[in-house]
Structure formats: structure tokens, C-alpha cells
């Protein structure tokens, strides 16, 4: 962009990127729900749907693994009533629901996640080798069909009562599940085998081994699976873990501690914290110097000192010594606080491919109903076989139509994708945009406080009336309002000069300079468009030593006192030492690399040039407001954008990129608004972010991939596709045998994630 374009705008309608969606946003909230009783993706669609039946609920997403469900309410509905509202129809349909805060979590977590199936799994067992045992082995008894009817009987009785029941109960409610087809093909067994047994003129078969074992192995299959999911959340637990369970309270004058629970800990309490202590929450020290090892929110090994004054975070590790804090920071407001609250946003979001998928779901129930009828009439009615024959391929196919791989797949990579990044100091926030990475064909870089360390300082300082210090303590005086980074090496090299500064009163003009009154002069502080626009003539060799200036990666700032040029300050910021092999690694992995900044064009060329980014792609000169626009206008040229900020004024364009990845904790707006929040500001973590989305998202594909292509295979198989020419069919405990199998397996492929090196 060239500088009078830059200057055109200006007197356009500023913030032009203020869309009406972010201000709706701020009349909503959000809250999470546990929901009880989920078996399979078709429940979650039937959860979802009863959702947005309520008042006052605008969005919601509910997580099969987590078993949570995440709201968003508009305000205008009173919280409480959209909770009794929520919790009532859900219950309707079987469903026990109630709300979740970070409170509830921390005193919860030991009884977290979805409650285990233990109980009948022995008796499942038990029953199992009975079954096996009678088949192979000449022990009379169990050859008799009155023994086998007996085992049968305890078996749907006992730990199998809790399949069919549910299942029975989500059929009457309109959303059958995979209990349904479960408990249906091991119901039908059973009755038939009872018949075969008690009515001996039918001259049919007793087959009680069947369901004992499709009842047994779907037990075992979920045992299995459950602990696969407990692995696969552990990360997010292992986060709310961090959080010490109590802090001690100083009381009175300081002479005496109390130890108190977490939850009671209040902003502005004063609290004691001992070498090797956790510190309980988020603050600033009032006593003590002491190290302190940041690494489990950062994921990078490196203490740091705590002296008086300096802000602390909780569930950090005080190593040397005593520490006292006040408390700044608790619950669900600490950085804690908000990297669980972003991982739980991210574990209870859906790619959208996963939309689809519960969608096709929430029929797939019935559909396997329909087919298992539909074999059953087919080899019965049309084939002419026996009617026992039938009624078992009938069985296989309840028995292995797998719902729960389908409804898994996307949740458990998410799961364990998001926990890994947690661990390591990266937040993504959700399945879409995992999706988002993978089509990204470039990023986009910000260059001061991202791209450089932002901490610029004086290296120059040329005048061109007065003398030098004197020009270094009107402009900094000038610069006493403002809160650039620019600003800030200008005060500090006045305060290192002891220059005094007169009192002046400023005005700042984001991405351009001030304009500042002292004592009765007036000081233009910016860069050449700032003194443009007020019509300042800038001599010519003035412009020349400028530009030198910044073809050497400095950034000149101009000064004018009461409309006549006065001189210049020249500062210079540091390359991040990784920056160039983070480039040229993005390069390698084949995305563009751009490099958007308000700094002068040349300065920008040369910091460009040395980290390898090709001067065409150095987008500079672009006031802050204009950077959305920048990466909506480089989108609408078909490139899908990651943009990289430190959110100081990048938010828009963190909103605007189809990935927006903020980097460093310093903002709440950024931290809101992208979406992977990358806690530490070292660049390398852009490329573990990336690999580690690829990563996960790969997952996700392959995951949905076998669980589609199970199912298409399986279910043919077990409707005896295969019998006519190879004389190939599927008993039902061998199908419920496949069927826990694809479950289990989903997950643990998941899991298997873990095993993925994202790092550089
Ligand atoms: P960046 O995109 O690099 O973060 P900004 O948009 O904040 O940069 O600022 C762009 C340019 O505007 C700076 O390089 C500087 O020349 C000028 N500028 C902005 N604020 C100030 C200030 N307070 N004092 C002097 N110059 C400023
Ligand atoms: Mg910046």
C-alpha cells in the first residue's frame, strides 16, 4: 500500500471491520451442561435438536465423550430459566442433565467422566465361559438347554439388563441408540431360544450362547472403550489438577496463616506461598524473590524470578523461596482459569465434517432396523430358509451396525489432539478449525511484537533546530501518553539520559504518531504520513537520510515543532532468533509467507530480506484498522490465511483469517478473538500448532474413514450378502464381538496420537 493511500483513508468511516456479528456476540453467553445417558452420535443429535427447542438458546453443541454439552444463550433470557428449561426437556427424553462451572469442576474431578460399566463385567465374564465352556467341553450339565437357558436367563437379568433397558427406553423415546439395536437382537435371541426350548413341536434350535456373548463382548467392548476414553480426556483433567486444593491465608498483621480451601480464596486476599509450594492463584508479589518454574502452562522448561511487584499465575511452581502474593485473579478468571475454559470450548466443538456424520446418525438407527427386517424376510420368506437361520442374520445385523464408531470418531482426535496441544502451551479451539489448517495455503505475519521481540530502542537521534537532548525531551514528553512500544524506548532513553520532561498534554492517532502541546509548543511525533497529513515540508535530504535509515531496518520517527521539521529519532527492534527458520520451515511446508506491519515500507524490506521473506510479500504502511481488510482482500485472491499477531491492535485480523493464531498471553481481546492462542511468544510454536492440527485432523479422516467403511462392509456381510456363492455368514456374538471392536479401536487410534512428534 502506498503512503497517500494510507492517508485516504483516514478520513473515511474508521473501524469499518466492527461487524454487527461481534456486537451480537457480546448480548450472548455461553454455558455448559452435563448430559447423562448419551450412548451414540444418534443421541447427540436428538440432544442437540431438544436444545434449540428451548427459549432463549441460540447454539448447541454437545461432545459425546465428555458427555458435555456447550450453550449459547442470549441474554435477554434469564440464565436460570434457560438451565430449568434445558434440564426439563432433556429429562423428557431420558436424559439427566445438570449445569457445570469451574467450581463444580474442581471439587469434582476425582468423580469426573462418564461413570463405568464395571459392575456387570465379571458376571459378563462369568457367564461367557460358561457359555464357551458348554459348547466345547463334555461337562454334562452344561450340554443340558435347561442349564443354558438358566445362564441365558441371568445374563439378560443382570449385567445385560442395563443394554436392553436403555436401549427399550430410547426406542419408546423416539431415539434409539445402539443399546436399541443391542438389546432388540439379544431380546429376539433369547425369546426365540426360550421358545425353541419350552415348545419343542416348533422343531427350532436353542442358540442361548448367542446372546449371552453378543450381551458379554459389547460389555467387555465398552469397558475397554471407556477406559480409552478416560485416557483420551486425561489431558483436560490433568489441567484442572494443576490448580492446588487449598491456599494459606494470611491473616491480620501477617503473623499468622490459615489454610483454607481453594474456592475460598478472594480477590485481594493476601496469601503465603513456601518454596516447592504450588501458588494457588492469579496475582502480583508484595514480598519475596523467588523462582518460579512456569512450565506446566507453558510447556517450556525455563524459571523465571518473582520479585515485588511482578505478576504471578497460578498453579505455577514456586521453587526458592517464600512468596507473598495478593490475590489478583481467582476461579474461572485466572490464566488457568481460561485455558480450561478454551480447552473444554475446543473438546465440545465439532469439525464440521462430524456435523454431517451425526446428522446421517440420528437416521442410522432405524435405517439398521430396516434392514435387519428386511433380512429376516429375505431369507425367511424369500430364500426359504429355516426360520432360525434367518432370525440370526436378522441378530448379526443389529449386532454390528456401529453407531458409536461413527459418533467417536471425530471426538476422541479432538480430544486427545486439543489435550496434547494444552499441554504444551497451544490452544485450538476446535474441530473447525482444524479444518481450516489443513486447506491453508499461506500465513501472514505481523511484524512488530511478533515477527521482532517488540521492544524497540533509540539508536539514533538526529536535530535538526535544537540540540539533541533537547529534541529527545520534548518528543518524549510528547510520548508520555501514549503506549506504543515506539513510545516506550523513547521515554526509557530520555530517563537513562536524566533528561527532565515538561509537562505536555497528548493526543495519539493509532499507527501514526501524536500530536502534543508543551508548553506552548506543538510537537508532531509519526512517521512521514503523520507529518504528511499535517502539511509539514520535510527537506530533501532530510527524506534521503530517512530512507537510509530504514533501508537498514531501522524505523525513523520525524519530529515537528509548531509546524516546521525539527529532526529525527531513529530505533531499531530485534529479530526473534527463530524467526528465520520458522520462515524458511513454513516455506519448506509449502505456504506462502507475508509480512503486514504500520511500518515504513523500507524498514519493513529490510527486516524482510534478512528473514527471508520475499520483498513482494512485505505488506507495510497499513494502519491498524486497514490489517483486517489486507487479509479479507489476500482471501478473496482464493488464498486461505493463517494470520499471526501478538493482538495488541491485530485482533480484527486475527478474526478475519480463516485461521487466526495470537501469539503470547497478552491480550484477553486476541485470546477471545483467534483461534489457536499460543501461550508462549516463541514463533516455533507456529509450526508445532500447525503439525499438531494436521495431525489431528488426519485422524479425524481416517477415523470417520474406518468407521464408514466398517459399517458399509459389515452390515451386508452380516445380512449374508456373502452366503449364496461362499457359504460366508456372521453368527450374532461374532458380530457383537466386530462390532466392540470398531469401537474400540476408533479410540484407540485416537489415542495413538499421542505417539505423533509435532515438534520441529
Ligand atoms: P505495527 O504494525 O508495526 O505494530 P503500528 O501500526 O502500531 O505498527 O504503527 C505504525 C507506525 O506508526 C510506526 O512504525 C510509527 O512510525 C508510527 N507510530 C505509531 N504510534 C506512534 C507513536 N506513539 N509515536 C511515534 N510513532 C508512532
Ligand atoms: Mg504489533
Not at 441474554?75 to 449445569?99: D, P, T
Not at 461413570?115 to 465374564?125: E, P, Y
Not at 520479585?307 to 485466572?334: D, R, Y
Request: hydrophobic content about 50%; overall charge negative.
Amino acid at each position: 500500500m502506498t503512503q497517500t493511500e494510507a492517508i485516504g483513508s483516514l478520513t473515511e468511516a474508521p473501524n469499518t471491520d466492527n461487524n454487527p456479528q461481534q456486537n451480537r456476540e457480546k448480548s450472548l453467553n455461553t454455558l455448559q451442561l452435563q448430559v447423562l445417558g448419551m450412548r451414540c452420535a444418534g443421541c447427540v443429535s436428538a440432544v442437540e435438536k431438544r436444545l434449540l427447542t428451548c427459549p432463549g438458546v441460540v447454539s448447541a453443541s454437545v461432545n459425546l465423550l465428555t458427555e458435555k454439552a456447550r450453550i449459547v444463550w442470549d441474554q435477554a433470557v434469564e440464565r436460570q430459566s434457560v438451565i430449568e428449561s434445558m434440564v426439563k426437556v432433556l429429562a423428557a427424553i431420558g436424559f439427566e442433565a445438570s449445569e457445570i462451572s469451574l467450581n463444580t469442576k474442581l471439587i469434582n474431578h476425582s468423580r469426573t467422566e462418564a461413570k463405568s460399566w464395571n459392575q456387570g463385567i465379571w458376571v459378563a465374564l462369568a457367564l461367557i465361559s460358561l457359555a464357551v465352556v458348554g459348547h466345547l467341553a463334555p461337562v454334562p450339565i452344561l450340554k443340558n438347554m435347561y442349564a443354558h437357558w438358566v445362564i441365558a436367563t441371568l445374563a439378560l437379568a443382570f449385567p445385560g439388563r442395563q443394554i436392553w433397558w436403555d436401549g427399550l427406553k430410547a426406542l419408546m423415546n423416539g431415539i434409539p441408540n445402539m443399546n436399541s439395536l443391542i438389546g432388540i437382537g439379544a431380546i429376539s435371541a433369547y425369546t426365540a431360544s426360550t421358545l425353541a426350548l419350552y415348545v419343542p413341536g416348533l422343531q427350532w434350535h436353542c442358540f442361548f450362547e448367542e446372546p449371552v456373548m453378543l450381551l458379554g463382548f459389547v460389555l467387555i467392548g465398552r469397558q475397554l472403550e471407556q477406559r480409552a476414553k478416560k485416557q483420551a480426556a486425561s489431558a483436560l483433567e490433568s489441567l484442572i489438577r494443576l490448580q492446588p486444593p487449598t491456599a494459606r491465608l494470611i491473616l491480620g498483621e501477617g503473623d499468622q496463616e490459615l489454610v483454607i480451601p481453594l474456592e475460598n480464596v478472594q480477590v485481594g486476599d493476601c496469601l503465603s506461598i513456601l518454596p516447592g509450594e504450588k501458588i494457588p492463584v492469579d496475582g502480583i508479589v508484595l514480598a519475596g524473590i523467588s523462582n518460579v518454574d512456569q512450565s506446566m502452562l507453558t510447556g517450556e522448561s525455563l524459571s523465571l524470578v518473582k520479585s515485588p511487584g511482578v505478576e504471578v499465575t497460578g498453579a505455577t511452581l514456586n521453587l526458592s523461596q517464600k512468596l507473598i502474593i495478593e490475590t489478583t485473579k481467582i476461579g474461572e478468571a485466572t490464566t488457568l482459569g481460561q485455558i480450561i475454559e478454551l480447552v473444554e470450548q475446543a473438546q465440545a466443538s465439532k469439525a464440521p465434517i462430524q456435523r454431517l456424520v451425526d446428522q446421517i446418525a440420528g437416521y442410522f438407527t432405524y435405517t439398521v432396523m430396516a434392514i435387519a427386517v428386511a433380512t429376516l424376510i429375505f431369507w425367511w420368506g424369500i430364500w426359504q430358509s429355516e426360520l432360525i437361520f434367518s432370525l440370526k442374520m436378522s441378530i448379526s445385523v443389529l449386532a454390528i451396525a456401529c453407531p458409536c464408531a461413527l459418533g467417536l470418531a471425530t471426538p476422541s482426535a479432538i480430544l486427545v489432539g486439543t489435550g496434547m496441544g494444552a499441554e504444551q502451551g497451544i490452544l485450538i479451539k476446535g474441530g473447525e478449525i482444524l479444518e481450516n489448517v489443513h486447506h491453508l495455503t499461506g500465513i501472514v505475519f505481523d511484524k512488530t511484537g511478533t515477527l521482532t521481540l517488540g521492544q524497540p530502542e533509540v539508536t539514533d537521534i538526529f536535530a535538526a533546530t535544537l540540540t539533541e537532548p533537547e529534541l529527545l525531551s520534548l518528543v518524549a514528553s510528547s510520548e508520555t501518553g501514549a503506549n506504543h512500544p515506539i513510545a516506550k524506548a523513547i521515554l526509557t532513553k530520555a530517563q537513562q539520559l536524566n533528561l527532565n520532561l515538561p509537562i505536555a498534554s497528548t493526543e495519539n492517532t493509532l499507527g501514526m504518531g501524536v500530536l502534543a502541546q508543551v508548553v506552548e509548543q506543538e510537537i508532531l511525533v509519526g512517521n512521514q504520513a503523520w507529518l504528511d497529513l499535517h502539511q509539514i515540508f520535510i527537506p530533501l535530504d532530510w527524506q534521503e537520510k530517512a530512507e537510509n535509515l530504514a533501508k537498514n531496518g531501522k524505523t525513523p520517527i520525524l519530529v515537528a515543532i509548531d509546524e516546521i521539521f525539527a529532526g529525527m529519532i531513529a530505533l531499531e527492534d530485534q529479530l526473534k532468533p527463530e524467526a528465520k527458520t520458522v520462515i524458511a520451515q513454513l516455506h519448506k511446508m509449502g505456504l506462502e509467507v507475508w509480512m503486514l506491519t504500520g511500518d515504513r515500507l523500507s524498514t519493513s524490506q529490510s527486516v524482510a530480506a534478512q528473514l527471508g521473506i520475499p520483498l513482494d510479500h512485505v505488506i507495510a504502511e497499513v494502519l491498524p484498522e486497514q490489517k483486517a481488510k489486507v487479509i479479507r482482500d489476500l482471501q478473496a485472491e482464493n488464498h486461505k490465511i493463517a494470520m499471526v499477531g501478538d493482538g495488541i491492535n491485530d485482533a480484527p485480523a486475527l478474526a478475519v483469517a480463516a485461521v487466526g493464531i495470537a501469539l503470547g498471553t497478552g491480550t484477553e481481546v486476541a485470546m477471545e478473538t483467534a483461534d489457536i492462542v499460543l501461550i508462549q511468544p516463541n514463533l516455533t510454536k507456529v509450526i508445532e500448532a500447525l503439525n499438531l492440527s494436521h495431525a489431528t485432523f488426519n485422524k479425524i479422516q481416517q477415523n470417520l474413514f474406518w468407521a464408514l467403511i466398517y459399517n458399509s462392509v459389515g452390515i451386508p456381510i452380516a445380512a449374508g450378502i456373502l452366503y449364496p456363492s461362499f457359504g460366508i455368514y456372521l453368527n450374532p456374538m461374532w458380530a457383537g464381538l466386530a462390532m466392540a471392536f470398531s469401537s474400540v479401536s476408533v479410540v484407540t487410534n485416537s489415542l495413538l496420537l499421542r505417539r505423533t512428534s509435532v515438534s520441529t
